[in-house]
């Protein structure tokens, strides 16, 4: 008899006594079947193979050889060194995709991280997991999306260092992005500007706590100085044209934009460093392909199928998607502005203007009624903002 039977289970020699009752007569096969949880035809096939084999019969034909899905040695090998040449950062996840996507290599995950493991290249982890109250998703594709920057060195040291503009619809969580090289409020209003020419006008956004997106205590003093609510810039232009902003207290309440980064930090990283990104441009073409995958494999279907993106009828959006200061004009009619003084040419009773600066740097200034014209005046001496002035009053 093989040296296999004295390592079967305890299940195997159940099996093996019960069978051998049904050869003797002492029980019938039908018994035999229900006592084991088998069928009866499978009972007959173990009764054959007990009366030709013996009591090694029992045992599943496989035991002891290898299987025939196994991978050799050899393909490994290949596998490894590829992963180590190309893929030597990848997840094992990323690693299996682009194995198939770019060699036509299948291979499981799992096993790619075993192997990993195995070799020191990858580290067991476990992650302490923090117990926090469920939050649900918004019902509709609209109703609510997490904006957020992302400053990361996305071209790996190939480039500049940029910055990514997230949007992340908490129903669906299909995605939206845009490179730039700062996060400030012209990015902020310039991508809010493109998400809405795609999609529409949210009815909130959901966003932290950054001056880009919530006045500071050094702004209120000048929007009392005219008499105005304290916003930001990207809080006005949100309100002006019907978009609810909604501050999150903590990195925590607003995960899905921040696993949404981890996850590019990872795969769009690698998507950018196999297509040779090294500018602004060739990072936002990259970006353009990436998200168009991304969100077919890991967007859900909403709750509800109705999509709550208003259209911009009625809106002017240049008049509100850009960056507004209010100026004091002064006797000679002039007022300054980024250190700079301008000459009002046409006639205006109002003491207080309004200058309206575009995403795409375009100036105008504007009293309640029309766009007023205006030159800039060469000058030398030094222009005082209302930030120095202040800080002189307050001395």
Same mark, same amino acid.
């Given at each position: 008899?093989? &040296?296999?039977? %004295?390592?079967? =289970? !305890?299940?195997?020699?159940?099996?093996?006594?019960?069978?051998?009752?049904?050869?003797?007569?002492?029980?019938? !096969?039908?018994?035999?079947?229900?006592?084991?949880?088998?069928?009866?035809?499978?009972?007959? +096939?173990?009764?054959?193979?007990?009366?030709?084999?013996?009591?090694?019969?029992?045992?599943?034909?496989?035991?002891?050889?290898?299987?025939?899905?196994?991978?050799?040695?050899?393909?490994?090998?290949?596998?490894?060194?590829?992963? $180590?040449?190309?893929?030597?950062?990848?997840?094992?996840?990323?690693?299996?995709?682009?194995?198939?996507?770019?060699?036509?290599?299948?291979?499981?995950?799992?096993?790619?991280?075993?192997?990993?493991?195995?070799?020191?290249? +990858?580290?067991?982890?476990?992650?302490?997991?923090?117990?926090?109250?469920?939050?649900?998703? $918004?019902?509709?594709?609209?109703?609510?999306? !997490?904006? #957020?920057?992302?400053?990361?060195?996305?071209?790996?040291? /190939?480039?500049?260092? %940029?910055?990514?503009?997230?949007?992340?619809?908490?129903?669906? =969580?299909?995605?939206?992005?845009?490179?730039?090289?700062?996060?400030? @409020?012209?990015?902020?209003?310039?991508? %809010?500007?493109?998400?809405?020419? +795609?999609?529409?006008?949210?009815? =909130?956004?959901?966003?932290?706590?950054?001056?880009?997106?919530?006045?500071?205590?050094?702004?209120?003093?000048?929007?009392? =100085?005219?008499?105005?609510?304290? %916003?930001?810039?990207?809080?006005?232009?949100?309100?002006?044209?019907?978009?609810?902003?909604?501050?999150?207290?903590?990195?925590?309440?607003?995960?899905?934009?921040?696993?949404?980064?981890?996850?590019?930090?990872?795969?769009?990283?690698?998507?950018?460093?196999?297509?040779?990104?090294?500018?602004?441009?060739?990072?936002?073409?990259?970006?353009?392909?990436?998200?168009?995958?991304?969100?077919?494999?890991?967007?859900?279907?909403?709750?509800? &199928?109705?999509?709550?993106? /208003?259209?911009?009828?009625?809106?002017?959006?240049?008049?509100?998607?850009?960056?507004?200061?209010?100026? /004091?004009? /002064?006797? #000679?009619? @002039?007022?300054?502005?980024?250190?700079?003084?301008?000459?009002?040419?046409?006639?205006?009773?109002?003491?207080?203007?309004?200058? +309206?600066?575009?995403? $795409?740097?375009?100036?105008?200034?504007?009293?309640?009624?029309?766009?007023?014209?205006?030159?800039?005046?060469?000058?030398?001496?030094?222009?005082?903002?209302?930030?120095?002035?202040?800080?002189?009053?307050?001395?």
């Amino acid at each position: 008899m093989r &040296k296999d039977i %004295l390592n079967m =289970s !305890q299940k195997e020699l159940v099996r093996l006594h019960v069978i051998k009752k049904a050869i003797e007569k002492a029980i019938t !096969q039908k018994a035999a079947s229900e006592q084991v949880g088998l069928s009866e035809r499978q009972v007959r +096939r173990h009764v054959k193979k007990l009366k030709e084999f013996g009591d090694e019969g029992i045992l599943h034909g496989g035991r002891g050889r290898k299987s025939w899905k196994k991978i050799s040695e050899d393909e490994r090998s290949k596998i490894m060194k590829i992963y $180590k040449k190309r893929y030597w950062d990848f997840g094992p996840t990323l690693a299996t995709e682009k194995l198939e996507e770019e060699r036509g290599i299948e291979i499981s995950r799992e096993t790619l991280r075993k192997w990993l493991i195995a070799e020191g290249l +990858r580290p067991k982890q476990r992650k302490r997991k923090k117990h926090r109250q469920k939050r649900e998703r $918004k019902r509709h594709f609209g109703d609510m999306v !997490q904006i #957020d920057g992302s400053h990361h060195d996305w071209l790996e040291s /190939r480039g500049p260092r %940029l910055v990514i503009m997230g949007y992340i619809d908490d129903a669906t =969580s299909k995605v939206h992005g845009e490179f730039y090289e700062y996060e400030g @409020t012209v990015p902020a209003i310039d991508s %809010l500007d493109k998400y809405i020419r +795609r999609n529409g006008i949210p009815g =909130s956004v959901y966003v932290d706590k950054h001056s880009t997106y919530k006045s500071q205590d050094r702004d209120r003093w000048r929007a009392i =100085s005219f008499g105005e609510e304290c %916003l930001s810039q990207f809080e006005r232009a949100c309100k002006e044209i019907g978009i609810t902003v909604i501050h999150a207290n903590s990195p925590q309440a607003k995960g899905r934009v921040e696993r949404l980064f981890l996850t590019l930090q990872d795969r769009l990283v690698k998507e950018l460093r196999l297509a040779g990104a090294k500018t602004l441009e060739d990072a936002n073409k990259v970006l353009k392909v990436y998200l168009r995958k991304h969100n077919q494999k890991f967007s859900v279907e909403a709750l509800s &199928k109705i999509d709550m993106h /208003r259209k911009a009828k009625g809106i002017k959006m240049s008049k509100a998607l850009c960056i507004k200061t209010k100026r /004091r004009v /002064r006797n #000679d009619f @002039t007022i300054a502005h980024n250190r700079s003084l301008y000459q009002i040419k046409a006639y205006t009773p109002d003491i207080d203007v309004e200058v +309206r600066e575009t995403i $795409k740097g375009r100036m105008e200034i504007w009293d309640k009624r029309k766009s007023l014209k205006y030159k800039k005046i060469a000058s030398h001496n030094r222009i005082k903002t209302l930030t120095e002035n202040r800080t002189l009053l307050s001395c």
